[in-house]
């Protein structure tokens, strides 16, 4: 039955009211290879988002346009519009360092810079300028371990190397890194694949209270992951948006047969 | 027949394959390591003994009158007296000479720059000013080859000794008179047609300024040249075709870029030759394509996720280059720059094409002052008749060698101090 | 057609394992079955030892349910399935349960028989006992059977049959009380009667439950607590 392959619109519920992000019509090209075909989506304000597929479905690179950290790969071409907040996040005329400031990402490798616990989380807030004090820099550098849960663990020794921690540290580290500079939306590529079953609960525990006041957009292998995390679930296969929807219904009775081929493990 | 039966047939076949192919490369290394110690042990057995000179010991009589001085802090009395002579006298008067003809023979004993010996000697001790002393004068470069030789099982090597000298060598041998001494003029003096008075000096200053040039001139350039090629230059054919002349560069012959510097810097700049200035210029032209590749592949072994998880949290280009990627590459652009500097201090094909080759007896005291380098020097040493310059070629290359060891010494102190793990 | 594709998995061990649920549910389905039609014609007949062997087949069953719900839990343990895996194993777990009670309810029946045995028959009923017993019997059979097939159609008809039953019960009862009236003195066998009608008409209730574990298998619909005319517009508008 997956030789039938249809695609047609995306089923379920791609678009919201009350979206942080939207997405229409986006196309992505590797020079003429086109990895992403038209995509409509929203994500939601304060919502976690997974987004899941096979290997080489384009739901990382979807995710890497959202804040043009494609940018850096010279034969990478996005169309479409991809907003933020109504903001065209494409715009030339916007400034991406801004953009990147407000759209943060945690990637699938932990890469702490090779720097002390202290500076790793300081970098974001110096180069923005957000503390003008010693005192006010410390402040934000607590307030993010504290956020990523890290803040017991190593306040004894803030000026270790951060590459001295365990793989679940360093990842929390690279979380707190990222919200120091308080985004709005964070974008996370597979963050749990390289890390033990206890690291990835404290990342995925860390993710519910984020998304508190912070909207997240993940891509994960992890089937179970995306479900135990997530509060809407997008699809993707072949670089189509296959299916989005709320993530229960998903997982219980997703609306597409690829969908449901590739959550319960059917694809031959 | 089971698996593992076939298996244990060829496992004794397969092991002393390994065997073989270690001993492989145990024997290369052997090779490698056997032929460092020939040389080695050739270069330093010729030359060890250019460290030391024969002197000898001659009594001379500071004779107010005869030199002519009252003062000793009188410049101009010190500067007319004929210390020549005083020396000369001397040596009539120790060998008993008579004879016009020994005479001759006699003052060749001693280097031609005694009687300088005896006016620095006397301007340190200004008390010896008419009282008769004893004194070590340097010896003549004959002298000191047969002196070094006497213990030789095949005999001294006379050279052109005439037999008189040999006698009156044999009487000083008896009183102790002749005796081995530190070679200072080695390191304070510049070259001499005179062994005993020829130095490293002059060369060894020429090159350090000559690499100070292109340390100055080729790291800040190469290091620039590479951060563009890697970080910011698009890729297209105009930068494939940068990317392909950079690597052919670094294979041009050096005495190409010789060719150049003459043509560009001494014939259209009009600037002098023998300047170690020019000399930089040059080795900078042939640095420069070794320092580019080596940083460019520093900076590509940076890890991208360390650039990604900078630019993530919102890094402009250049702080991202600035405070991530360049730390990081840093020790490996100082190794490729320290292994191309290494490299343009052994070089001498195209200094010789710029004049670097010339007869520099003063020491250059900067960049603008004519000088010669320390392979250069080698190079012309190695062609001198005399057999003490082939000991002092020797100890040149000693020198080189020990300016090369400080150097990748250097090298690995900075990369132990900057590399930082990730 | 099997539009579920529960054998498509990568892992064919995963294929087996479902296969392996589904026909131990099915065998089990198939005791039950027989124990309700033993347990009918035992009280319809006064087969005293139709009735006993009932009541023996009662332990095979709760050791049926029990290996059951091991082998859900093991699948759901193991295999963390989702989408229609998940919904296959619930539906199994739940279908389960239904069988289990149908088994209690026929054991009680059997126990009415062998009642009605000792005291000499009831004065009427039988035919009302008769009757629901084999409409019962059929929703079963047709409840399984879906399940076998995956088929809603199939499991829509049982959950109308339900209402048939239902009424039937109804009328059954009114008789039955009629039959008091006219002789207290057969209260106490009437009463009997009642019991082996009230678990057939549970039965009918845990048929039809297995049929709306099968609509919520197939179309993921939970249409439990609602009225047959909204299950079919859910149906149709899915």
């Known amino acids: 039955m997956t030789n039938e392959i249809v695609y047609d619109a995306t089923v379920g519920r791609p678009l919201l009211d009350d979206a942080k992000m939207s997405m229409r019509g986006v196309n992505v090209f590797y020079a003429d290879k086109q990895a992403i075909h038209s995509v409509d989506l929203d994500i939601g304000k304060n919502q976690v988002i997974a987004l899941i597929g096979p290997s080489g479905c384009g739901k990382s690179t979807f995710l890497r346009s959202l804040n043009r950290m494609n940018d850096t790969i010279d034969i990478c071409r996005v169309e479409g519009h ?148 997530s509060e809407r679930t997008a699809y993707f296969h072949m670089g189509h948006l296959v299916e989005v929807n709320d993530t229960e219904k998903v997982f219980t009775n997703p609306e597409h047969p690829l969908t449901e081929a590739y959550i319960t493990g059917r694809f031959g | 027949m089971k698996t593992i039966d076939l298996v244990n047939k060829n496992l004794a076949k397969r092991y002393r394959k390994e065997k073989l192919f270690r001993a492989y490369g145990l024997a290369s290394i052997g090779f490698g390591l056997l032929c460092l110690v020939l040389l080695f042990s050739d270069i330093i057995g010729k030359g060890y003994k250019a460290f030391v000179q024969t002197n000898i010991q001659i009594e001379v009589n500071f004779d107010a009158g005869y030199l002519g001085i009252t003062d000793t802090t009188n410049t101009e009395q010190m500067f007319a007296a004929n210390f020549e002579g005083l020396v000369k006298k001397s040596l009539r008067e120790m060998f008993l000479i008579k004879k016009r003809s020994d005479k001759r023979l006699a003052y060749s004993l001693v280097s031609t720059d005694s009687g300088y010996q005896l006016h620095d000697l006397l301007v340190a001790n200004p008390a010896w000013l008419g009282t008769t002393k004893k004194v070590w004068l340097l010896a003549d470069d004959d002298l000191d080859t047969y002196y070094k030789s006497v213990d030789n099982l095949n005999g001294a090597f006379t050279g052109r000794m005439q037999e008189q000298q040999l006698v009156w060598i044999k009487n000083l041998l008896d009183n102790d008179a002749l005796q081995l001494q530190f070679n200072m003029n080695f390191f304070n003096l510049g070259d001499s047609t005179e062994p005993e008075l020829a130095g490293i000096r002059a060369a060894l200053m020429g090159s350090l300024f000559t690499l100070m040039v ?19 230059a698009p890729r297209n054919r105009f930068t494939d075709i940068i990317e392909v002349n950079i690597n052919n560069l670094a294979a041009v012959p050096s005495i190409i870029f010789g060719l150049l510097g003459a043509a560009i810097f001494l014939g259209f700049f009009g600037m002098h030759r023998s300047l170690p200035l020019v000399g930089g210029l040059v080795l900078t032209l042939m640095t420069l394509p070794t320092i580019i590749i080596t940083s460019r592949a520093a900076i590509k072994a940076v890890p991208p996720s360390i650039r990604e998880a900078a630019m993530s949290i919102g890094a402009s280009k250049m702080q991202v280059v600035l405070h991530h990627v360049l730390p990081l590459a840093m020790p ?29 007896v003063d020491i250059p005291s900067g960049v603008t002052d004519p000088a010669t380098a320390l392979p250069v020097q080698i190079y012309l040493w190695s062609d001198r008749p005399e057999r003490s ?14 300016v090369l060891i400080v150097m990748n010494a250097l090298a690995v102190l900075l990369r132990k101090k900057l590399e930082r793990r990730w | 057609m099997d539009k579920l594709h529960l054998d498509q998995h990568i892992s064919k061990q995963f294929n087996a394992d ?45 050791n049926r349910e029990m290996k059951l719900d091991e082998h859900c839990t093991l699948i759901l343990a193991r295999r963390q399935p989702a989408a229609s895996d998940l919904r296959m194993v619930l539906a199994v777990a739940k279908t389960n349960r239904d069988l289990e009670r149908m088994g209690d309810e026929a054991h009680k029946i059997a126990k009415m028989a062998i009642a009605l045995n000792e005291q000499g028959g009831a004065p009427g009923g039988y035919t009302e006992l008769r009757h629901i017993g084999s409409g019962v019997q059929k929703m079963v059979n047709m409840a399984l059977d879906a399940f076998a097939r995956y ?28 039959y008091m009236m006219e002789d207290p003195r057969s209260i106490k066998r009437v009463m009997n009667v009642i019991w082996a009608l009230r678990s057939l008409e549970r039965i009918g209730d845990h048929a039809r439950n297995v049929a709306e574990h099968i609509i919520y298998l197939v179309k993921g ?7 047959v005319s909204e299950v079919e517009k859910q149906l149709n508008g899915s």
């Open chain 2, 389 to 402: 310059f082939a000991e002092l070629t020797s100890a040149a290359i000693m020198v080189l060698l020990g």
């Open chain 3, 221 to 227: 619909l939970d249409v439990r607590h609602v009225s």
């Open chain 2, 214 to 232: 292109t340390m100055v001139l080729s790291f800040p350039v190469g290091v620039a040249a590479a951060i563009y090629l890697e970080e910011y």
């Open chain 3, 151 to 178: 088929d809603v159609e199939a499991a829509l008809q049982v959950v109308q049959e339900d209402k048939n039953i239902d009424r039937e019960y109804e009328s059954a009862m009114r008789e039955m009380m009629t």
């Open chain 3, 18 to 62: 479902l296969e392996e649920l589904k026909t131990q549910m099915l065998e089990m389905g198939g005791v039950v079955e027989q124990q309700i039609i033993d347990a009918v014609k035992a009280i319809e007949t006064a087969d005293g030892a139709l009735a006993d062997k009932v009541l023996r087949v009662e332990n095979d069953v709760d």
């Open chain 2, 332 to 360: 490996g652009m100082l190794t490729g720059a320290i292994i191309g500097l290494a490299q343009a201090l052994g070089e001498t094909a195209p200094l010789l094409l710029i004049g670097m080759v010339a007869f520099i």
């Open chain 1, 82 to 229: 991809l907003m933020l907040e109504g903001q065209d996040i494409y715009d030339p005329k916007l400034d991406v360092v801004p953009l990147r400031a407000r759209v943060g990402m945690v990637f699938q490798k932990p890469n702490p810079f090779p720097k002390s616990i202290y500076d790793n989380v300081a970098y974001g807030p110096r180069i923005h300028g957000l503390a003008s004090r010693r005192i006010d820099l410390d402040e934000i550098v607590e307030s993010s371990l504290q956020k990523a849960g890290l803040w017991n663990e190593v306040k004894d020794r803030l000026h270790a190397p951060g590459t001295g921690l365990s793989g679940g540290q360093q990842q929390r580290l690279c979380i707190a890194r990222t919200i120091a500079v308080s985004p709005e939306v964070i974008l996370m590529d597979e963050p749990c694949s390289a890390l033990d079953p206890i690291a990835t609960a404290k990342v995925e525990e860390l993710i519910a209270e984020l998304s508190q006041n912070i909207t997240i957009a993940i891509v994960t292998h992890s089937m179970q992951q995306a479900a135990r995390v």
